[in-house]
């Protein structure tokens, strides 16, 4: 067998039965006394197995062999649990490590001491150690059950000077972010649809990442966002996702194959994938482009996107919107190059699914990656709408920033 192939497994096995085995001290420690904790030793221990074996799963067959979905949760099985565990140990690693010196010390002191007292844990550190570890456990739990698939409706109004007054009040509904790769159920995205339906939008504009890795995700899925309607229909851009970068190949051949299958799915579900070319959209003799910017990113994401090929004919369009699934360009290309693209429209950092956001705070990790991460921004005339995701992907949930269905309203100022 492949030295390669056994380490990516071995060692992460080692890892997790390591900081089970320390966990597990705390666990016996505080439960003792019960007269189940065979029940309560038992269960911990399945979970560690259920863990390892899908780990060897992942490194082995690979989840692409397993039913839709269920890969997705193997993974936030596995980090979950040891999350849960480490928060643990870290509680109580101070505290034994404190009962060590303390120990070593009355070894060497003159006056006597009870080394029971010292090295033995009370079972209230450790009650509180496991009390701890469950916040952590039970929250991203909670934002799998509860808020995986809890659209929320964010409704924006966007004012500009330059819209033709033939456009003001013109609705979109933008999504972003569908990752169908990463679904187990498909009833409450037919009511998300049907929910997007109803607003009536002029048009629906799709910020990429359809897929997480291959066209055949959408397999079971294109009879539901195929119903989306809109008057002007529904435009979409790709994503970093959609290309299959970050799935394994046979060849060049099988992913440039699974590529044009992902452009045929656009076909099948009735959308017009612009990429990295323009739609020009007429009413009244007035005239809005649409500009559709395969992925670019800033750093180490992919760079697909051609600027001056999508902008080329916009020029004397006097009112543009730009799709570019990474805000990371709008900073790093667009406001300085295209100063006339008035409002962008992003998705790509799903606000990392976790955070907090009130009247008071919005706080995400993905403020440590992006300046623009969630929500509208503005420098001088221009405008940029992050839009928050309408799947998940790595973690099956959220935690504060829910999914998001957004309806922009253009308003002549």
Known sequence: MDLRLVLSFAVPVAFILLIDYYAFQSVKTAFQHLSFKGYLFAGYWTITILAV?????????GYKFLPHGVGTFIGAFVAISVLSKVVMILFLLGEDMSRIVRFAISKFSASPSSSTDIITRSQFLNRLAIMTAAVPFGTLLYGIIANAYNYQLHRVKIRFTNLPEAFNGFRIVQLSDIHTGSFTRTEPIQKAVETINRLNAD??????????????????????????????????????????????????????ENFSRFIDVHRKLGWKLLMNEHHVFEKNGDKIALIGLENWGAGRWSKYGKFEKAYRGTEEIPFKIMMSHDPSNWDAKIRPNFPDIDLTLSGHTHGAQFGIESKWLKWSPSQWVYKQWAGLYQEGTQYLYVNRGFGFIGYPGRIGILPEITEITLVKA
Do not use: C, P
């Open 53 to 61: 074996l899908s780990i060897l799963t992942y490194r082995t067959i």
């Open 203 to 256: 048009v629906i504009l799709f910020t990429g990442d359809l897929v997480n890795n291959t066209a055949d995700e959408m397999e079971g899925y294109l009879s539901i966002f195929s119903k989306l309607q809109a008057r002007l229909g529904v435009y979409s851009s790709t994503g970093n996702h959609d290309y299959g970068d970050y799935a394994q190949w046979s060849s060049k051949e099988a992913k440039e």
